[in-house]
Each structure stands twice: as C-alpha cells, then as structure tokens.
C-alpha cells in the first residue's frame, strides 16, 4: 500500500461523517490507477452504496465561454441558500488549455469553494472526455454519502461527453446563448434531444430581448422532436448566471421533473438502466485492461502489428489470434 493511504473503515467513516478532505482523498483513491488502490477503491464504493442514491444528479453542459462556471457558482449559493449541501464535479481548466484565453488562470466558483456546504473536485485532466472522468460515478457515489444532496457534474459541450453524462445523471441541463448560432455553439441536434431543460444564459442588460427571442425559438424547435420516453417535454428558459435572475425558476423546474419522474417510477428506472450500463462499461474496461497487460498478447501484438498496417494481414483473423492468445494465458494464470 502506498502513503497517505486510509484504511478502509477509516475512509469510510470519515465519508459518512462529511469530512470533505477524506471525501477529496477517497476521490482520488477511485481515481488511481495503482493495481494496489483498485481493492480498496471497489470495497470503498461496495461499503458506502447503502448511503448512495439519495441527492439529485445534474449534468450541466455547454460550450466554453457560455456560462457554466458562473453558472454554477451562482446555482450552487441559491441552493446553499435553501438548505442544500452541494458538490460539484467541475472541469478542470488545466486540462483545457485550448481554451486559454476564455478560463485563463481563474479559479472556478471560488465562492462555491469556499463554503463548507459545498465541495468542488476537478476532473483529473489528461483522462477526461470533456471533464468526465471513468470514475465519475464513482465519485457521485461518494459525495452522496458524504451528504450532498445536489450533485452537478459539468461537461463541455464536445460531442461524447455529453452522451456519457446523460447516462449518468438524473436531469441534464443544456446553457446556451442567444444569437449565436446553433453552429457556432457546436450544439447537435442530438444534444438538444437530450436535454431536460435549456437554459438562455447571459439574459441581462442589452441581451434580455435577444435571449428572449432565443427561448421562443428554441421552444419551437424541441416541439419538432418526438417526446421523450419518460413523457417530459424539456423547458426552456432564459437567465443570467451573473444577476441570478432565471435561476431560481431553473431549479423549480428541476425539482418539478424529479417529483413527476418519482411519481410515475421512471426516476428508478432510469437508475437502474443507468447502473446495469455501469457493469456493462465496466466490465469491457476490465477485459480491455487484462487483455493488454497480457505479455503473450503484448508480444505478439509487437510481432505481428506491422502487418495489419501494411494490408498483408486481416485485422479480423489477427484479433482472433490475439484473443485466443489472451484466453490460453488467462486461464492459466486463473487456474
Ligand atoms: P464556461 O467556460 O462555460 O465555464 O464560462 P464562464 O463561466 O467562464 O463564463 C465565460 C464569461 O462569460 C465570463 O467572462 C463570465 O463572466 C461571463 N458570463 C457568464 N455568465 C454570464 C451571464 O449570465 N451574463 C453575462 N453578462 N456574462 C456572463
């Protein structure tokens, strides 16, 4: 076992006590990609799952620049305010260098940071997909049993990551802009179909009346789409993540859509759908990894690789060999 790490019991009672710095240390604990971390990180998830399940989980998305740190920092207050302990699983900026010159070197949601109320963990950059990490999950899993009550986990709008979110979170909420082009926005069709609600951010000042015009025609688009199995039609609204203003109403929505879908039963069983996916990720991620630590798979891969590139040799028929190389030696090894 490696320094700094906890025992078991140790993480956990530390979790269930609210304690946010063993809540940070746990998180990176799940995210390590030490073999001797992986035991304790699945026993940790195992132990706590009793106490998971009880926050609201909100994927917020949009492209850089739109709002959502702002966003955040002001939503997470106004929940503060009503009694809600939040966390927030952010982008890293680190990790979205590209974007230099929109982030910068801020910090993100300082207040938010600030207050013990709330807990506020960047994606690890380098593994992420948009600022989801493959222990996203994990991660929302701890901080409800940590006590938070709300959790978002934001993403940039960058095709995948959304998809991934959405298959982790209770409702998913789409910033946009006004007047900026759905294009430009790099907004598809796609994102917006699974959206639970659209916010038109920066609705203050000079661009009340453009954001306005964007919620009707938004509005007027979604009602194209065929409705969602769940039988929600997906709310548009406009705000500003500087003055507040629309951001009340924002989680009025929220906690509208979540009573509808505890009362009609889709809530669970989106949960559910939602963890059998989990297992299904998992477990190809686990076979993904034994099957390329195997040294017999590595050396043939190095051997014959070449071939497959230059034509001379049928991708199909070398996975085939490569995959009966991995089950001889897995055997073996689990014999
Ligand atoms: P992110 O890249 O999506 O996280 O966007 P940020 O939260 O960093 O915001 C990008 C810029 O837009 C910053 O300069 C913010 O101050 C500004 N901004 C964010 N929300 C609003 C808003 O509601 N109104 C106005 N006027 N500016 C905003």
Request: with cysteine.
């Amino acid at each position: 076992m490696i320094k700094n790490r906890k025992s078991l019991e140790e993480y956990k009672e530390g979790i269930l006590k609210g304690d946010r710095a063993v809540l940070a240390q746990s998180i990176t604990l799940v995210e390590s990609s030490l073999p001797s971390d992986s035991d304790l990180a699945s026993s940790l998830v195992q132990e706590i799952l009793p106490y998971t399940g009880k926050s609201i989980r909100i994927g917020i998305t949009g492209v850089p620049g739109v709002g959502k740190s702002t966003f955040i920092e002001t939503f997470g207050k106004l929940l503060l305010e009503k009694g809600k302990k939040v966390a927030v699983l952010a982008v890293d900026p680190s990790s979205q260098k590209t974007k230099g010159s929109i982030l910068g070197d801020k910090t993100r949601m300082e207040k938010l940071a600030a207050d013990r109320r709330a807990f506020i963990r960047p994606s690890p950059s380098g593994t992420t997909l948009g600022g989801v990490s493959a222990k996203t999950r994990e991660a929302m899993l701890l901080c409800e049993a940590a006590g938070f009550d709300v959790i978002l986990v934001e993403t940039v709008g960058v095709g995948q990551s959304e998809t991934a979110v959405k298959g982790m979170v209770d409702f998913f909420l789409l910033l946009m802009l006004a007047g900026a082009g759905d294009e430009l926005q790099g907004i598809k069709k796609g994102i917006m179909e699974m959206a639970d609600g659209i916010l038109i951010n920066k609705a203050d000042g000079e661009n009340i009346q453009a954001a306005k015009k964007a919620k009707n025609h938004y509005r007027n688009a979604l009602h194209l789409f065929p409705p969602s199995e769940n039988g929600w039609y997906p709310s548009v609204i406009t705000g500003s993540s500087i003055t507040g203003e629309g951001l009340d109403e924002c989680w009025q929505i929220i906690e509208k859509y979540q009573q509808k879908m505890l009362n009609s039963g889709f809530f669970e069983k989106n949960r559910a759908e939602q963890r059998l996916k989990w297992l299904d990720e998992y477990v190809q991620y686990l076979l993904g990894k034994a099957f390329h630590e195997e040294a017999k798979v590595q050396k043939l891969l190095a051997a014959e690789k070449e071939h497959v590139r230059t034509g001379k040799l049928s991708p199909l028929t070398f996975a085939r060999n490569l995959m009966n190389v991995f089950f001889e030696n897995f055997q073996v090894k689990n014999s």
